[in-house]
């Protein structure tokens, strides 16, 4: 718990910083590899705990390491050049748009208590959660926003009819994204408490069809009907 405290005043700064392209935040290099590394310690510490499957962490893990050497090289006399200094930056970059989806990740991941998100300086969900509501009886709509091996999926249900104005239905605590590989039969299965899931895919997976569908979740993680399929393509 002790790395918690230091993480408290950092991470959202982080989280400003890596989210706003236009932000004048700025942290020393050092305190952002002193940043990343206590929360992919404390990440490795909870992985079970808090549902981190191992890809996730192996990827951010990856990351990490090359900011570390990229940054050490970057500030050591006998290797500081101006190739050391743009492959510190690119390291720096990968890494900060990777957490900047992995928060998201925790403050919408249902197994992160809320006591470790007050602690951690994240938005945390709604409390008395013990409370026997009923999942939406609705069948939530899924729309599919397309990026370079990513696909943004948002679960909503339209208000009267307006495919263009969006709300969460009273009960709805998070939802249950279920997805695969067209040519997959074992469905994944991700749950959040935010309506937007981002799904993130490999090198090599482009032009692969993705099959969705999702479910409105109660606060004791029941859920309600299951929407139509959603198919959507990997670019």
């Known amino acids: 718990?002790?790395?918690?405290?230091?993480?408290?005043?950092?991470?959202?700064?982080?989280?400003?910083?890596?989210?706003?392209?236009?932000?004048?935040?700025?942290?020393?290099?050092?305190?952002?590899?002193?940043?990343?590394?206590?929360?992919?310690?404390?990440?490795?510490?909870?992985?079970?705990?808090?549902?981190?499957?191992?890809?996730?962490?192996?990827?951010?893990?990856?990351?990490?390491?090359?900011?570390?050497?990229?940054?050490?090289?970057?500030?050591?006399?006998?290797?500081?050049?101006?190739?050391?200094?743009?492959?510190?930056?690119?390291?720096?970059?990968?890494?900060?748009?990777?957490?900047?989806?992995?928060?998201?990740?925790?403050?919408?991941?249902?197994?992160?208590p809320n006591e470790a998100l007050n602690i951690l300086g994240l938005r945390a969900r709604i409390r008395h959660s013990y409370q026997p509501l009923p999942p939406p009886d609705e069948a939530p709509d899924i729309s599919v926003k397309h990026l370079h091996n990513m696909l943004i999926v948002t679960v909503f249900k339209a208000k009267f009819g307006n495919q263009k104005e969006v709300i969460r239905p009273a009960g709805a605590y998070g939802i249950r994204l279920h997805w695969r590989f067209e040519d997959e039969t074992a469905w994944r299965v991700e749950l959040s408490t935010r309506c937007t899931y981002t799904l993130q895919f490999n090198e090599g997976d482009e032009n692969k069809r993705v099959i969705m569908m999702a479910a409105w979740l109660s606060p004791r993680l029941q859920n309600g009907p299951w929407s139509n399929e959603t198919r959507a393509l990997i670019i």
């Open 1 to 112: 718990m002790e790395n918690y405290t230091y993480l408290c005043g950092e991470l959202l700064n982080i989280k400003l910083l890596v989210m706003s392209k236009t932000s004048s935040l700025r942290l020393r290099d050092a305190d952002f590899m002193a940043f990343s590394k206590s929360l992919e310690e404390l990440c490795v510490e909870h992985a079970d705990e808090w549902a981190i499957d191992a890809a996730r962490l192996q990827t951010f893990r990856t990351l990490l390491a090359n900011g570390l050497a990229t940054y050490l090289a970057s500030i050591d006399p006998a290797t500081r050049n101006h190739l050391s200094t743009t492959l510190k930056r690119a390291a720096f970059k990968e890494l900060k748009q990777f957490l900047s989806l992995f928060i998201d990740f925790l403050e919408g991941n249902p197994a992160v």
